[in-house]
């Protein structure tokens, strides 16, 4: 057995799980709610692509309708991780249970009366709530009628709606993330589900479209990305005011990047890619400003940036975050050279690591990636508290004749990168907690599928839509259990 006695996880380090309301809630029209851009896109398969479609079709399959009925059963599902002794749970509330046009001028009490009693489990079960607002969804009215965060009123909105969940939770929840992976919107994917930004062409559109298909258009986007960021800092300023105990994060998707050669032009391509995606959205929302290089960028695309504003810059200096968050799930090469192979990844690819193994679904796996880049998060951002909020292996799990399911791929993941992340403290990184990514099954954004699983708990319901909704241990149940239990000493 492994134990490790001269590096340890820091006490009262917070180790847990996440998940994601249109993930795993379901019930998408129950109790007032009504739709939000998740519910709008179709499922996949790694070879087929998910669908966005304007109307809801009525013979389509879309897997945020029912999911995996989270919404009815999340009691004996925060027991279940009660029982591994989860620290924190993280979740989101889903915009459209609370304000389900976004722009209701009350907010719908069947729809806070739910997260009320979501966090009281948790307490029951000895949890902190770690709580996302919004984790890439927002409501489909404001797509319709404001074109998402495109428009300024939609911040006035988010920002209502932020301060109904602050004020009304205030004794029950202490960690807030303002948007999931809010850097995603640098790229053309990020578009539809955090912005809700879709071409009117596209909305008019009546056949179904691939989601890579969508429109793009850069300008619209970064205009909308700043008013996240807008939106993101005058949250937080609330939030310090009706309590200012509460720690308000930034959710950033990490990817590392690696240059594929020593190349120069490697290098410096890698460098631009990485300020773009990584380090943009993390300067603005901790240091509070726009850094020099975004505007090279502006430049180089054509992007005007006279939408930031003095107003704005002084909103963005006095909302800074208090904590970096971050998903991890893999590293990613850039070249220069066309000819190089590609591989996917989370939300984007990358050229080919010679050195990593990919997993099923062709993505790096890469546990010392993870020490290296909470070192260089640290190093950029010096006395903030870090903690890795998303990090989990999407594999295929095979159910045993007895309902074993015997996953020790997914516990050789974890226990590789959590080795990693006692190394980074030993390395001086003040990293505070550990959400695994999707603890019991829900559904993949990526590819709308279960067949991806990433839990501990085995969820029966399939792509085909058949399955009870039941729920059991995987093998990778007691091991987690044991791993919080010896706080992160017992990795075997
Ligand atoms: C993150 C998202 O980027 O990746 C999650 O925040 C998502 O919502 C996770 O589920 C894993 O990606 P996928 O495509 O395997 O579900």
Redo the contacts with the bound molecule.
Sequence with gaps: MEKVEDSQFPEGFLWGGAV?AN?CEGAYLTDGKKLSTADMVTGGTKDTPRMFTSKIIEEAYYPSHEAIDFYHRYKKDIALFGEMGFKVFRLSINWTRIFPNGDDLEPNEKGLAFYDSVFDECKKHGMEPLVTLS??EIPWNLVTKYKGFHSRETIELFVRYATTCFERYKDKVNYWLTF??INVATIAEGALNGLGLIQQEDLEHTDPIPLSQLQDNPQERFEALHNQFVASALAVKEAHKINPKFRVGCMI?RITWYPHTPNPKDVLACQKHDRLFNQFAGDVMVRGEYPSYIYSYFKENNIDPSFITEKDQQLLSEGKVDMYTF?Y?LTNCVSVDPAVERVGG??TGGARNPYLKLSE?GWHIDPEGLRYTLNMIADRYPNIPIMVV?N?Y?GIDHVEEDGAVHDSYRIDYLRDHIREMRKAIDDGVPLIGYTE??PID??????GEMY?R?GFIYVDRHDNRLGNYSRSKKDSFEWYKKVIASNGADLD
Excluded at 442 to 447: A, D, F, N, P, R
């Design positions: 994601a993930q984790h890439y999931n992976e998707n998903s799930y989370n939300i679904w998303e989990g999407g990514w999707g829900i559904v993949s954004v990526g590819t991806k990433y």
